[in-house]
């Protein structure tokens, strides 16, 4: 039952970054193939990266070609629909925090066995990487380098999650992971939380250090 209810939040997550990843077509005012393309590659550029790092090929979308499928309906219906996710982005907000959080550890759960670093950073790559690559592509910079707590609450879940498989059934490790993250993104999305950025200073003179 937990797993039939993750998988359908994961697809859930998919669509989400599809529909993400369609936007930025949409502020670029591209046409239909654009946003088919950015979409997809949100949709399934994380775990096609981490099936990559992995040596897991083919990747996931040739073994289960539906997540082009899904993806390739969910940004073409953006090309006529854009508006209305624009109007609701407080929703999409929710809806990508519930993604991430299950994509974080569903990440490191394909990464158990090469040990907790690496699961922990293929959870995270799985993630965030669709986003980073939509907005690179678009031009635009990357949230996750914006200062928002994101790549923050993905490591967070992993990590939740594979530290609570040394403790709880696996279903139970899964959820815990999955709050985890959710519960961090989401106190970050209703308080606006977020991580301190480097702020430009005035540099010292070769006088002042000594040269």
């Given at each position: 039952?937990?797993?039939?209810?993750?998988?359908?939040?994961?697809?859930?997550?998919?669509?989400?970054?599809?529909?993400?990843?369609?936007?930025?077509?949409?502020?670029?005012?591209?046409?239909?193939?654009?946003?088919?393309?950015?979409?997809?590659?949100?949709?399934?550029?994380?775990?096609?990266?981490?099936?990559?790092?992995?040596?897991?090929?083919?990747?996931?979308?040739?073994?289960?070609?539906?997540?082009?499928?899904?993806?390739?309906?969910?940004?073409?219906?953006?090309?006529?629909?854009a508006h209305?996710?624009?109007?609701?982005?407080?929703?999409?907000?929710?809806?990508?925090?519930?993604?991430?959080?299950?994509?974080?550890?569903?990440?490191?759960?394909a990464a158990?066995?090469?040990?907790?670093?690496?699961?922990?950073?293929?959870?995270?790559?799985?993630?965030?990487?669709?986003?980073?690559?939509?907005?690179?592509?678009?031009?635009?910079?990357?949230?996750?380098?914006?200062?928002?707590?994101?790549?923050?609450?993905?490591?967070?879940?992993?990590?939740?999650?594979?530290?609570?498989?040394?403790?709880?059934?696996?279903?139970?490790?899964?959820?815990?992971?999955?709050?985890?993250?959710?519960?961090?993104?989401?106190?970050?999305?209703?308080?606006?939380?977020?991580?301190?950025?480097?702020?430009?200073?005035?540099?010292?003179?070769?006088?002042?250090?000594?040269?």
């Amino acid at each position: 039952m937990i797993l039939d209810i993750l998988t359908l939040i994961g697809w859930i997550g998919v669509v989400v970054f599809a529909i993400s990843g369609a936007l930025v077509a949409s502020r670029k005012e591209m046409d239909i193939v654009a946003f088919i393309f950015f979409g997809t590659v949100t949709g399934i550029g994380g775990g096609t990266v981490r099936d990559l790092v992995l040596g897991a090929v083919p990747v996931f979308w040739v073994k289960e070609p539906a997540y082009l499928l899904v993806c390739a309906i969910a940004s073409a219906a953006t090309f006529f629909l854009a508006h209305l996710p624009e109007s609701r982005l407080r929703l999409l907000l929710w809806l990508d925090a519930a993604g991430m959080a299950v994509f974080c550890v569903l990440g490191a759960e394909a990464a158990l066995g090469h040990g907790f670093l690496v699961a922990v950073t293929c959870g995270v790559m799985t993630a965030v990487v669709g986003g980073f690559i939509r907005d690179m592509m678009g031009a635009e910079s990357p949230v996750i380098m914006r200062g928002e707590i994101y790549a923050t609450a993905a490591f967070l879940g992993a990590a939740g999650y594979l530290l609570g498989l040394e403790f709880l059934p696996r279903d139970h490790a899964i959820l815990f992971g999955v709050a985890l993250a959710f519960v961090l993104r989401g106190l970050a999305i209703r308080f606006r939380w977020r991580l301190p950025v480097y702020r430009r200073r005035p540099g010292r003179s070769p006088e002042e250090i000594g040269l």
